[in-house]
């Protein structure tokens, strides 16, 4: 069903036996020749005799909500070959389409069609060196850039590991770009451009993958890598100096391949949402060999594309941004407390602020864009302290109190996204943010 009131009047029907709809501009980097209401459905063909079969799953198009206008997209392909749509999705500038190979001796093999305009589809190749087959739910495409898909495809009878390659220009070739993914049982790949910076990325790998795969090991060994290349190189996380005050790490810095730091990532939701800044990340992590348990980590802060990481708070706490980044909220994620400590100086100096009720934090989020000054805070409140079976309290956090007046531009500072070996250059391009002075406003 659409709107074009919000909801004010009664939906209308769009389609029926659809699986997925999506507009074309639902991405901004999609080609801006097309009609403003051009939509993509995967639904099944009316009338026949198997409705729901995957012979008869279609991508069909229209530019009208499909009230005269109904297309068939064939990918340039004829009849049978064109049917078998597993899945659409909208990625950057990319249409993505899944197919499962209709054809003789493909073996339910998947493949990936490609288009930045609509009208031009192209098959996606990856390396013959990599043995890879798309099956289905064994894929999962993930963040991209503007420049290139990334996509992760199962690679050994684990679901739980895979290999990710990345594309070129046009999404249509890939190369592989790491091995031996860590993917969570729904298909989540620990894989992430969460700095706001072109070509900065994290991902997890399994080192102990082919003992895993082998069966002689039933843990996973993670270890965390940055790119800042898109994914061509890969290295460890440098370990953060270490607080005099601070316990001992239990490994040696100086060796980075056997002790860097380590961090759960989207395998493992515990935090909705991050920070819109550039360069601004929290992580819950170990400075160890393997990646620890979520509750034997730490808290870490990164304002810097993930070049450096200090360590803001023992144990492992919920993390909101706010202001675009200026204000900072974490709150402990292991154990009933009574506070929340905050930044309002980009994670220079923290705060404890008393709530005044101990409760065992559950969610801890802000609007969309982390522009706000507001944070809201769900949480299960131990026990004696609620009303009857209501246990559960929202906590509204506000600090636009704390901002005297607005940011000038004597208030702002520049700071340049450092690239491999320190260079101010990352993917062929300088990137400079203009951050809030430490200023008392």
Request: glycine share 8%; proline share 2%.
């Amino acid at each position: 069903f659409f709107t074009k009131d919000g909801f004010a009047g009664e939906p209308k029907l769009l389609l029926r036996d659809t699986s997925n709809c999506i507009f074309a501009h639902s991405s901004k980097e999609f080609s801006h020749n097309e009609h403003d209401d051009l939509i993509f459905c995967q639904a099944f063909e009316a009338g026949a005799q198997e409705p729901h079969s995957i012979t008869n799953s279609r991508l069909f198009s229209s530019s009208d909500f499909f009230n005269e206008d109904r297309r068939v997209v064939d990918f340039g392909l004829s009849g049978r070959l064109s049917r078998g749509v597993m899945a659409i999705e909208m990625v950057s500038k990319f249409l993505v389409v899944a197919l499962r190979d209709l054809s003789e001796g493909a073996n339910g093999e998947m493949v990936l069609y490609v288009t930045m305009d609509s009208k031009n589809w192209t098959k996606a190749h990856f390396p013959r060196a990599s043995n890879v087959m798309l099956h289905e739910r064994s894929y999962m495409i993930l963040e991209s850039t503007t420049y290139s898909l990334a996509i992760d495809v199962q690679s050994h009878t684990s679901r739980n590991i895979g290999t990710l390659f990345v594309s070129n220009s046009n999404g249509t070739y890939f190369v592989e770009a790491l091995r031996d993914t860590h993917r969570s049982d729904a298909g989540y790949v620990d894989f992430e451009n969460n700095f706001n910076i072109d070509g900065v990325g994290l991902a997890n790998y399994v080192q102990n993958a082919h003992e895993i795969e082998g069966g002689s090991a039933t843990s996973f060994k993670l270890k965390t890598v940055i790119t800042n290349d898109g994914g061509s190189s890969w290295v460890p996380i440098k370990p953060p100096t270490r607080d005099m005050h601070e316990r001992p790490y239990g490994c040696d810095t100086n060796n980075i391949t056997k002790c860097s730091l380590h961090l759960h990532s989207v395998s493992e939701v515990h935090n909705i949402g991050s920070s819109t800044a550039s360069g601004f990340a929290l992580r819950v992590g170990s400075v160890s060999e393997y990646l620890f348990p979520y509750e034997y980590s730490d808290t870490y802060f990164s304002r810097d594309g993930g070049n450096t990481w200090k360590k803001v708070q023992h144990g492992a706490h919920k993390c909101g941004f706010g202001d675009q980044g200026s204000i900072v909220v974490i709150v402990s994620d292991e154990e009933p407390v009574s506070h929340i400590t905050y930044s309002v100086d980009s994670g220079e100096s923290w705060h404890n602020f008393d709530i005044g009720i101990k409760l065992r934090a559950m969610l801890l989020t802000t609007i969309p864009g982390s522009t706000s000054h507001t944070f809201v805070l769900l949480s299960l409140v131990s026990r004696g302290q609620g009303q009857g079976d209501k246990r559960y309290v929202i906590v509204h956090l506000d600090f636009a109190g704390m901002r005297t007046r607005q940011c000038e531009g004597d208030d702002l500072e520049k700071w340049y996204a450092p690239g491999a070996n320190g260079k101010e250059c990352i993917m062929v391009h300088r990137v400079r943010v203009y951050y809030h002075k430490n200023v008392d406003h």
